[in-house]
Nanobody
Framework: QLRLVESGGGTVEVGGSLTLSCTAS?????TNWYRQTPGNERDFVAG???????NYADSVKGRFSISRDGPTNTVYLQMNNLKPEDSATYYC?????????????WGQGTHVTVSS
């Protein structure tokens, strides 16, 4: 069972920056960030496979950056030039594969508020 713990959320002004962290209790080569606002579905934000394969939602390209620190099993989401529409609860997600079986894990979420 993989445990994911997010941190780094908070309140920031428009144009500001925040860095979210997701620390896994074990190896999680495929790790993603999603976000969700009340009454809406959870949307993909960014993902990383291994140490360098990254993917971003169009809405955050050029502003957000995902990276990994392998030794600590931590994935970071650097968020720059934040906009009010970035306000959401951000969730870390990891997908593991064992003997061809995939399992999906979620963290508890961390809140981000961008104030104008």
């Amino acid at each position: 069972q993989l445990r994911l713990v997010e941190s780094g959320g908070g309140t920031v002004e428009v144009g500001g920056s925040l860095t979210l962290s997701c620390t896994a209790s074990g190896r999680a080569p495929a790790t993603n960030w999603y976000r969700q606002t009340p009454g809406n579905e959870r949307d993909f934000v960014a993902g990383i496979i291994g140490n360098s394969g990254t993917n971003y939602a169009d809405s955050v390209k050029g502003r957000f950056s995902i990276s990994r620190d392998g030794p600590t099993n931590t994935v970071y989401l650097q968020m720059n030039n934040l906009k009010p529409e970035d306000s959401a609860t951000y969730y870390c997600n990891a997908v593991t594969s064992t003997a061809g079986r995939y399992k999906t894990y979620w963290g508890q979420g961390t809140h981000v508020t961008v104030s104008s």
